[in-house]
């Protein structure tokens, strides 16, 4: 979590210098909600996620060199430049991106799961969604699907209250997403995404329930992005007060406390974390800057194979 | 009094119909909306009612009997019970031997501007079992290829392309889907992406607008997106363009919207043999392939090569007709009208065309048309889309370019109307390139 916010931090500074451009949506407040995931995760289940998904890639283990590289436009990135901020795979992470277009991982992910039951090999698809896309029609037609052919799909939603910059409530009739799976019989749950403990149990028992075989399954997972949609975005739609409430529910200081009171490790111990955190991340923003752009010749390649 | 019953036309595009089972009898008694016959279509096999009321006096097709034209007298009821018929039927049962004679005679009167020849040798295949066999042969090869799409398991297809494939290979490989093309077309794309080889059958291509995010977004530039890793080996294919009567949204050609599309290829057979060559290479091809057929070709037969490897590489134009005249450049079903026009040009004006069936749409064979075009000269394109970017508008660009000094004519596209399609059957002929629109433009740039 903690890597993923100093990375998110980073990011930042290098969108402001001018070497990160286009769209950059930071994940910073909702780190709980992908460790949280990704600590029940098996090493051959599939991940599909949203355009927000720098944090995703880390959690993932997938290395901050080449993702930063990936966000500065460098021939090192993940895609070799090709893709940015939102376009981002591993496949041999089975990491399935990376999507720039709301909604359109769901039935994405939803095929993934597919090829699983395909092929019986008993690994599922976590697929993420934010609230934005639970009013996308292709969500419902891939929510249909899934239940009807029973894949094994975990459909992770993540709320963090705005859709770009339209409340949750101003977007959708009826605003318990967690329950949008019940007319298609899938069950759903939701819960507090500030806390990384509570995400781990729920997703470990969804991630049971769908590679049991039982088909889809959503938790609705209540979490808070601290800054703006994307970099541009001053986020002049909320209130500091919210912020600031929020800000005091981080996911980040919880397992802290946590750490402390179970003397798992000392405040120097973490503190020492930190800063080699910081340091990792600052090398791997060294390592994006010193990459080489694309060659021309790249401009025409990967079209076709 | 005695009325005909007609055979009836149970599909916008049926021409001829096979009679299955006749359920009434000579002399039988029959009601208005009692079922009289089961016919089989070009898409289904259909009940047939009779409107009229009486017995039946006469059936003049025996079961088994096929490709029985629309608008045949098929029975004959009478107002009255005739005690003398029933001795008739057997001899009317047997009197089909003059059928094929009766179907020529009826024929003539009722062909359309866009009937195609279908009067070929036996062994020959139709273009809708030319696709359907080319997926089977593909599918025993390859677990992991599978096929999905509305209607293509249980109803067996609702053209009859997929007919069989669910017996054969079962309802894990052969899937029904509901009408939620944007859904299902995401769920193969992200299917292709994990490594299966979905065949994405719509049921035309007017409804895979509802799925073109998917398919341009997703399918076709992921792989550029991810740097290489990863790849979508899939199949779009349905009928595209216009069928007949079925109007302004189930009518429409997305040749040059998919063309314009990096990432994607785009292929349009025209015949059997070429529907079965390039259907295995777009089934054996890493990339996103849209496989445009026609609903109107799906029943003209041709040779097929018996080769379960058979290919024809993408890129690669057929030149149907050689020439030294003018050159006609076309795909899909106006190869057939462009063909025809040929034929009245050389019989008429004395004119040797060249007619290259693109067969390729994206990538596009440059090179014979350009070599064609420094051959001849002159040059015409001929395509159902509508006018504006079209793949001739391409085409007239790669000539321009390429063979601007070879040119004794400016270049003639022969395009649809550019309005929506009209339902009437007078307009829908206006709407669509016709022969004589294809031997105008030629004469023009042959200035007579």
Known sequence: MLKIRRFEERSAQLYGMGHIGGFCHLYIGQEAVVVGVLMTIKKNDSVVTTYRDHGHMIARGLDPKKIMAELTGRSDGYSAGKGGSMHMFSKENNFYGGHGIVGAQVPIGTGIAFTHKYNGDKNICRTYIGDGAMNNGQVFEAFNLAALWKLPVLYIIENNKYGMGTAVDRAAAGSELYKRGEAFGIKGEILDGMNVYSIIKAAKKAGEYVRAGKGPYILEVQTYRYRGHSMSDPAKYRTKAELEEYKNLDPIEIVREEILKKKIASKDELAKLNKEIIEEIKSAADFALESNFPSSEELYTDVYI | ?448
């Open chain 2, 1 to 448: 009094m005695s009325t005909k019953i007609l055979m009836p036309a149970l599909s916008p595009t049926m021409k001829e119909g096979n009679l299955t089972k006749w359920l009434v009898k000579v002399g039988q008694e029959v009601k208005a909306g009692d079922v009289i016959a089961e016919i089989e279509t070009d898409k289904a096999t259909m009940e047939v009612e009779s409107v009229d009321e009486g017995f039946v006096e006469k059936l003049f097709f025996k079961e088994g009997d096929i490709n029985i034209p629309v608008n045949k007298p098929i029975a004959l009821i009478s107002g009255q019970k005739d005690s003398s018929i029933e001795s008739n039927d057997k001899k009317i049962k047997d009197s089909s031997k003059t059928e094929s004679q009766e179907i020529n005679e009826t024929k003539e009167s009722n062909s359309t501007p866009q009937e195609i020849n279908t009067n070929l040798d036996k062994d020959q295949i139709t273009m809708r079992q030319a696709i359907r066999d080319t997926i089977a042969e593909e599918m025993r090869k390859d677990k992991k290829v599978f096929i999905l799409g509305e209607e293509v398991a249980e109803y067996q297809g609702a053209y009859k392309v997929t007919q069989g494939l669910l017996d054969e290979f079962g309802k894990k490989r052969v899937i029904d889907t509901p009408i939620s093309e944007h859904g299902f077309t995401g769920l193969a794309v992200g299917a292709a992406f994990k490594g299966l080889i979905p065949i994405v059958e719509f049921m035309t291509f007017n409804f895979s607008m509802q799925a073109i995010d998917q398919i341009i977004n997703s399918a076709a530039k992921t792989l550029y997106m991810s740097g290489g890793q990863i790849n979508c080996p899939i199949v779009f294919r349905g009928p595209n363009g216009a069928a007949a009567q079925v109007a302004a949204q189930h009518s429409q050609d997305f040749s040059s919207w998919y063309a314009h599309v990096p990432g994607l290829k785009v292929v349009a057979p025209s015949t059997s043999l070429n529907a079965k060559g390039l259907l295995r290479e777009a089934i054996r091809d890493p990339n996103p392939v849209i496989f445009l057929e026609n609903e109107i070709l799906y029943g003209l037969k041709g040779e097929v090569s018996s080769d379960v490897n058979f290919t024809i590489p993408f890129g690669k134009a057929n030149i149907a007709k050689e020439g030294k005249d003018t050159t006609i450049v076309t795909y899909s079903i106006m190869l057939h009208k462009s063909l025809e026009a040929a034929k009245i040009l050389e019989d008429k004006h004395n004119l040797d065309i060249e007619v290259i069936d693109l067969q390729s749409l994206r990538p596009l064979d440059s090179e014979t048309i350009i070599k064609s075009v420094k051959k001849t000269n002159r040059i015409i394109t001929v395509e159902e889309s509508w006018p504006f970017a079209s793949v001739g508008s391409e085409i007239v660009n790669l000539v321009q370019k390429n063979a601007f000094d070879y040119l004794d004519a400016p270049i003639i596209k022969v395009n649809s109307a550019d309005v929506p399609m009209p339902y009437s059957s007078e307009l829908e002929k206006l709407y669509l390139p016709q022969v004589d629109d294809i031997v105008k433009a030629v004469k023009e740039v042959n200035y007579i």
